[in-house]
């Protein structure tokens, strides 16, 4: 299939000057890069990002949609948005990182796995920038958004506002103590990884519902695991290897 080129789709360069008179010819600064240059804002450039998505196993077609719906380069820096589509980690200040569109996308189908229509109420341990909690809108009825930097919660929070996502709760504290007046919950999908999966997290899971968070194995790598919380108990699955900033306690 012959694909379309990514970007810059409709790089606007601006119209040439006209030729003043007699003046010497002089190059013109490049115009700042800004997103709406960059045609970010068309779907095509998502579309694309999903085809890979599709193309390395994600199968769900609810992750898929909501892949396509969420617009990735808004929660990014903007000199990085030209990244902002590739199959990429990105540093969103404050020493953390806002992870590939792979693994957003693999944990949330993880998360989903066994359900149909919409999930429940989520809670995701990490905010971040924000990014995941707007994918998670499109899937759950209510998504409960804990983060331990102030700095990226206010950013999270200005991130999503013109978004207007009525069923996404930000809140500001350490997220290995859950959020208990949130649950039960359905899900919960951590975005750092800690030594262990915190009780406080299997308690607030409703029956019937799933843990979805990177874990340091013993050998010291992380690996994703999945709780899954049945009527006779618990069951834990080790899943492949993962690079997620550490869960850490308190707030900063
Ligand atoms: N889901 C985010 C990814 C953020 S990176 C996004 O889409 O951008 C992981 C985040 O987890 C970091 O912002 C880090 O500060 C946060 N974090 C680490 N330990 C935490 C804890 N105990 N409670 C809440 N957030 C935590």
């Given at each position: ?23 010497p ?12 240059g ?15 998505l ?7 077609p ?38 590939k ?36 809108a499109r899937v ?11 700095g ?25 103590q ?5 649950g ?27 843990i ?9 790598q ?10 006779s ?6 899943l ?13």
């Amino acid at each position: 299939m012959n694909r379309r080129p990514g970007f810059p789709a409709r790089l606007d360069l601006g119209t040439p000057a006209p030729a003043a008179k007699a003046a010497p010819a002089r190059v013109q600064p490049a115009p700042p890069l800004a997103p709406q240059g960059l045609g970010l804002d068309s779907q095509a450039v998502r579309t694309r990002m999903v085809d890979k998505l599709a193309a390395q196993g994600v199968r769900d077609p609810r992750v898929l949609a909501a892949m396509g719906a969420v617009e990735r380069h808004r929660f990014v820096d903007s000199a990085l948005v030209n990244q902002a589509y590739e199959d990429t980690s990105l540093p969103i200040g404050l020493g953390q990182t806002i992870s590939k569109p792979n693994v957003v996308a693999r944990m949330v189908e993880l998360l989903l796995a066994g359900t149909e229509g919409q999930l429940g109420r989520v809670l995701e341990v990490g905010t971040g920038c924000g990014y995941q909690a707007a994918v998670l809108a499109r899937v759950a009825r209510e998504v409960y958004s804990i983060e331990r930097l102030r700095g990226l919660h206010d950013k999270a929070r200005d991130n999503l506002r013109p978004l207007r996502l009525a069923n996404v709760h930000l809140l500001f504290g350490d997220g290995m103590q859950g959020f208990a007046r949130g649950g039960p919950y359905a899900g919960i999908i951590a975005a750092a990884g800690g030594e262990a999966v915190p009780t406080a997290w299997v308690e607030q899971l409703a029956v019937g519902g799933r843990i979805v968070a990177p874990t340091v194995m013993p050998g010291g790598q992380q690996a994703l695991v999945v709780v899954e919380k049945g009527p006779s108990g618990l069951r834990q699955t080790v899943l492949e290897a993962v690079h997620f900033v550490p869960l850490k306690s308190g707030v900063a």
